[in-house]
C-alpha cells in the first residue's frame, strides 16, 4: 500500500527550540523505520489538503501526519471522507492537530493499530521495537 504520510508535520516544527526539533525528527524516522517494512511505499506530496485529495482520487491508500493545522485538513479531509475515506484521530479520537489518520474502512483498523505499535500517538518513541507485522 501507498501511504502518503509526514507523521510529524510538515516541516515546520512547533517548538521552543532546537532540541526538541531534532527529538521530533528523531521519533519521525522511529515511526516510518517501524511502518515501512509494512507498506508499500511512504510519500509526501505537499500540503496536507492535498494528499487528502490524492487519497479521495484513489492515488494513496491512506494519510497519516501529526502536526497538521485545522485548516490544513479541513477541506482535504471532508473530500475523502466524502469519497469513502475514514477520517480520524487515534484511539477513537476526533481528526486534530495532535493526529490525523484517514484511510478506507478496510485499511484504517490495520493502520491505526501499526501506528500505535509505532508510538505515534506518543509523544517519542516506540511502543514496542519488535518488527512491525504487515498489512492486508
Given at each position: 500500500y501507498?501511504?502518503?504520510s509526514?507523521?510529524?508535520?510538515?516541516?515546520?516544527?512547533q517548538?521552543?527550540?532546537p532540541?526538541?526539533?531534532?527529538?521530533?525528527?528523531a521519533h519521525?524516522a522511529e515511526?516510518l523505520r517501524?511502518?515501512?517494512?509494512?507498506?508499500?511505499?511512504?510519500?509526501r506530496?505537499g500540503?496536507?489538503?492535498v494528499?487528502?485529495?490524492a487519497?479521495a482520487a484513489?492515488?494513496?491508500?491512506a494519510?497519516?501526519?501529526?502536526?497538521?493545522?485545522?485548516?490544513d485538513?479541513?477541506?482535504g479531509?471532508l473530500?475523502?471522507a466524502e469519497?469513502?475515506a475514514?477520517v480520524?484521530g487515534?484511539a477513537g479520537a476526533a481528526p486534530?492537530?495532535t493526529?490525523?489518520?484517514?484511510a478506507?474502512?478496510?485499511?484504517?483498523?490495520p493502520?491505526e493499530a501499526?501506528l500505535?505499535a509505532?508510538?505515534?500517538?506518543?509523544?517519542?518513541?516506540?511502543?514496542?521495537?519488535?518488527a512491525s507485522?504487515?498489512?492486508?
Amino acid at each position: 500500500y501507498g501511504v502518503a504520510s509526514t507523521v510529524l508535520g510538515n516541516g515546520t516544527v512547533q517548538s521552543a527550540g532546537p532540541e526538541a526539533g531534532l527529538q521530533e525528527r528523531a521519533h519521525q524516522a522511529e515511526i516510518l523505520r517501524y511502518v515501512l517494512p509494512a507498506v508499500r511505499d511512504i510519500r509526501r506530496n505537499g500540503a496536507s489538503a492535498v494528499d487528502l485529495c490524492a487519497l479521495a482520487a484513489g492515488r494513496v491508500d491512506a494519510y497519516f501526519e501529526r502536526g497538521v493545522r485545522p485548516w490544513d485538513y479541513a477541506a482535504g479531509g471532508l473530500i475523502a471522507a466524502e469519497a469513502g475515506a475514514q477520517v480520524a484521530g487515534l484511539a477513537g479520537a476526533a481528526p486534530s492537530s495532535t493526529f490525523l489518520l484517514a484511510a478506507p474502512p478496510e485499511l484504517f483498523g490495520p493502520l491505526e493499530a501499526l501506528l500505535l505499535a509505532a508510538g505515534a500517538g506518543e509523544e517519542s518513541g516506540l511502543a514496542d521495537p519488535v518488527a512491525s507485522p504487515a498489512l492486508p
